[in-house]
């Protein structure tokens, strides 16, 4: 069973509005939890980092939630925008080496 | 500053053959990862390099897979008598310590005929 499970798997919206996607995981204990984006035939890049302690994390456009007790993060997108097209990869880090989800691909339309 | 080099970028071999994989970290970086991401499919974690200590091969699929680091810097992932479940896009990330943000480099897209 996947340790970080991350929905909706796709996910297609108008460019301009928000989106949220999810993450839950059973990795524990862990040191942190973390959002990439990933673009087409790119390697990932880190959005945010949040460790066991913190609640929010803002970049930008993108907010990440983390609530330790349910095991849950979530990254929130306002006002998409055409760039926002990606995969986008929730990671928790377990002692050395990283869990990756599998990734929710969004497409934003204009 | 440079980021984390890979090369090559796109690697096409015949079923059987070995092919080596090239990972330039980020300079100072103690900690150098590779990973698999299969079409369709999440970051498979291979292999972890920190420091001077011994290597995390925990995540390696089988003997045919290995990787060094020399020096400390750069390190080479070598796939043995590959297979066509071996296709893949292998990526190298590194940080300059154990728990810190990793940097990705663009990645290796492996095609194995």
């Known amino acids: 069973k996947n340790q970080v499970e991350q929905s909706p798997q796709s996910l297609i919206i108008l460019e301009g509005k928000n989106c949220t996607l999810q993450?839950?995981?059973?990795?524990?204990?862990?040191?942190?939890l973390r959002w990439y984006k990933q673009d087409t035939g790119r390697g990932p890049v880190s959005l945010t980092i949040m460790t066991f302690s913190e609640n929010t994390k803002s970049n930008g456009r993108y907010t990440a939630t983390l609530d330790a007790d349910t095991k849950q993060s979530s990254l929130h997108i306002t006002a998409s925008q055409l760039s926002d097209s990606a995969s986008y990869i929730c990671v928790v880090h377990d002692t050395g080496k990283l869990i990756f989800g599998q990734g929710t691909t969004l497409q934003v339309k204009p | 500053g440079a980021g984390v080099s890979q090369s090559p970028s796109n690697k096409v071999t015949e079923k059987g053959k070995d092919v080596e994989l090239r990972c330039d970290p980020i300079?100072?970086?103690?900690?150098l990862y590779w990973y698999r991401q299969s079409l369709g499919q999440g970051l498979e974690f291979l292999i972890y390099?920190?420091?001077?200590?011994?290597?995390?091969k925990s995540g390696l699929p089988s003997d045919r897979f290995s990787a060094e680091r020399t020096g400390g810097s750069v390190s080479t992932l070598t796939i043995q008598r590959t297979q066509q479940e071996d296709s893949a896009v292998y990526l190298c990330a590194s940080s300059p310590r154990t728990s810190g943000e990793q940097f990705f480099g663009p990645g290796t897209r492996l095609t194995v005929l």
């Open positions: 300079s100072g970086h103690t900690a």
């Open positions: 390099f920190q420091g001077n200590s011994a290597p995390d």
């Open positions: 993450c839950n995981y059973t990795v524990s204990p862990f040191s942190n």
